[in-house]
């Protein structure tokens, strides 16, 4: 069974910054890819980004391309999303989430085979 806590969210202004975390509590950490999606109020689950078992390769969503990083620490069994320039569109609960492989494929859910409980970023005007 995997457990994935997410930790980060908070309240900021617009043009701050955040860094979501998400801890993994497996001993496979390493060979799975991992992602960050989002749920806005009103709109369906969005993809954010995702990032290679090793974290040689990184795909980031249009929606937060040039604003939001995704990394990991394989040695801490972690998972990060630094998002810089926030606007109020950025709003949502953001969820970690595991891949079935170690490659994220094309990023979609339906690869994905664990979920966070999710953290809450608001980001006012």
């Known amino acids: 069974q995997v457990q994935l806590v997410e930790s980060g969210g908070g309240s900021v202004q617009a043009g701050g910054s955040l860094r979501l975390s998400c801890a993994a509590f497996?001993?496979?950490?390493?060979?799975?890819?991992m992602g960050w999606f989002r749920h806005a109020p009103g709109k369906e689950r969005e993809f954010v980004a995702a990032?290679?078992?090793?974290?040689?390769?990184?795909y980031v969503g249009d929606a937060v391309q040039g604003r939001f990083t995704i990394s990991r620490d394989n040695a801490k069994n972690t998972v990060y999303l630094q998002m810089n320039s926030l606007n109020p569109e950025d709003t949502a609960v953001y969820y970690c989430?595991?891949?079935?492989?170690?490659?994220?494929?094309?990023?979609?859910?339906?690869?994905?085979?664990?979920w966070g409980k999710g953290t809450l970023v608001t980001v006012s005007s």
């Open positions: 497996v001993r496979t950490f390493s060979a799975y890819a």
């Open positions: 989430a595991r891949y079935i492989s170690a490659s994220y494929l094309n990023g979609a859910m339906r690869h994905v085979d664990s």
């Open positions: 990032i290679t078992s090793s974290g040689g390769s990184a």
